[in-house]
């Protein structure tokens, strides 16, 4: 069936690196979401994507939609300690009665 | 304001036993989601009600699984026959209008643990 696949699964890095996570989907999505989950809490929306290579920005975040709707990454520049958590894509699948499909996450662990 | 909220936030019981976990949503919010978490994964769609009808319900694993929301506002997920493949952490989301375009506001969850 459909999936959609995060990679990397872990990123450890110093604070102040960059990050990146991206998001695969086996099929075309009519739209993507990101989420954070902090350690012990909730998944908390952070974006929506729908546009064919729409990029938006949210302070150090960047948030990137691919050409065929099939992939999507978001990027933190400077990360800062504030950022650790596990950040989901949600992909809604084309013509599947829009039934929204997360990733299994990449968990960001900042070291100071 | 009022976020969406879930209780119990833990909830210990035998296998083979019946459960009930309670969503309450956003005031307004017509669209209320259920997810299932295990750990280090992401969430796992179960069911989507747009009011009171379940508009998606093909996230449920198994008849054992059952939801309603009667008058389209708190929402009842009832899971039969608990099994230990049951545990873990079980969350409702809610969002406004009528489709997956619109953000999803998660609740705390529900810790489901079955010995």
């Known amino acids: 069936g459909q999936q959609v696949m995060q990679i990397p699964q872990y990123q450890h890095v110093q604070e102040g690196e960059d990050f990146t996570t991206y998001c695969n989907s086996s099929t075309t999505l009519s739209n993507i979401q990101w989420y954070k989950q902090r350690p012990g809490g909730h998944p908390v929306f952070l974006i929506q994507?729908?546009?064919?290579?729409e990029v938006k920005k949210q302070k150090r975040l960047t948030f990137q939609f691919g050409e065929a709707k099939k992939n999507s990454s978001l990027h933190i520049t400077a990360t800062q300690t504030t950022d650790v958590g596990t950040y989901f894509c949600a992909g809604v699948q084309w013509n599947r009665d829009d039934k929204i499909i997360f990733g299994k996450g990449t968990r960001l662990h900042i070291l100071p | 304001g009022a976020g969406v909220s879930q209780t119990p936030s833990n909830k210990v019981t035998e296998k083979g036993k019946y459960v009930e976990l309670r969503c309450d949503p956003i005031?307004?919010?017509?669209?209320l989601y259920w997810y299932r978490q295990s750990l280090g994964q992401g969430p796992e769609f179960l069911i989507y009600f747009q009011g009171t009808g379940a508009a998606d319900d093909s996230g449920l694993p198994n008849d054992r699984f059952f939801a309603v929301r009667p008058e389209g506002s708190v929402s009842t997920l009832k899971i039969q026959r608990t099994e230990r493949g049951d545990s873990a952490v079980y969350l409702c989301a809610s969002s406004p209008g009528l489709n997956n375009y619109n953000e999803q506001f998660f609740g705390p969850g529900t810790r489901l643990t079955v010995l």
């Open positions: 994507l729908v546009k064919s290579g």
């Open positions: 005031s307004g919010h017509t669209a």
